[in-house]
């Protein structure tokens, strides 16, 4: 793991606002952390394998890990997040009817994070490209500080959604596979890497 400053804040205060207290209301099941707020989960039929089918999804994802994906393969990492995304997406969807569930605020918890994260890759390669080099592969022609700025932000988000996958698996009840225990992120949150609410209720 590079240990690069946050390029950026996370800003999660509006799916945070509202849900402490609908989630603080539950005392039995299984304890889930985000930063700035922990609950109880005692999860459904459905919430269980819809969980299970992510972590399934998700297990060999290789842009999740700075050792299996390379530094110069910049676009293959963006084109891995897209399908990530959709992944997520398509998890909501199986969850329509249960919008209000923990899993699907732990679905929209990456979303929310990849949303920013290529809001952020988008900004840096408009700021550092000519119209010309725009059309381009963006590994070829980001300068180093550019470049930098991706790697933190990069590492940021990986840490973000190995997280994230830790809590879906308490909710699945299944031992997190080899890729999302890699000591490089561990369970505790970044929390230098967020907004922090002033309120969350």
Not at 156 to 181: E, F, N, S, W, Y
């Amino acid at each position: 793991m590079r240990d690069l400053p946050p390029p950026f804040l996370f800003d999660v205060r509006s799916l945070l606002k509202g849900w402490r207290r609908k989630l603080n209301s539950r005392v039995d099941g299984v304890s889930i952390s985000l930063p700035f707020i922990s609950f109880k989960v005692s999860p459904t039929d459905l919430e269980q394998r819809v969980a299970r089918e992510l972590i399934i999804r998700m297990a060999n994802r290789r842009v999740l890990s700075a050792w299996e994906c390379c530094d110069t393969c910049i676009d293959q990492a963006l084109e891995s997040l897209q399908s990530i995304r959709s992944t997520l997406e398509e998890k909501q969807v199986d969850l329509a009817q249960a919008m209000d569930s923990p899993l699907y605020l732990l679905l929209e918890f990456q979303l929310e994070a990849i949303r920013q994260f290529l809001t952020f890759e988008q900004h840096l390669n408009v700021k550092s490209a000519t119209p010309k080099i725009l059309l381009a592969s963006h590994d070829a022609h980001r300068p180093p500080d550019t470049r930098e700025a991706y790697f933190a932000a990069l590492e940021m988000l990986r840490g973000h959604l190995h997280r994230c996958l830790i809590q879906v698996a308490k909710i699945a009840d299944v031992t997190p596979p080899k890729l999302m225990q890699n000591i490089e992120y561990g369970e505790a949150w970044q929390l230098e890497a967020y907004e922090k609410p002033l309120m969350l209720d």
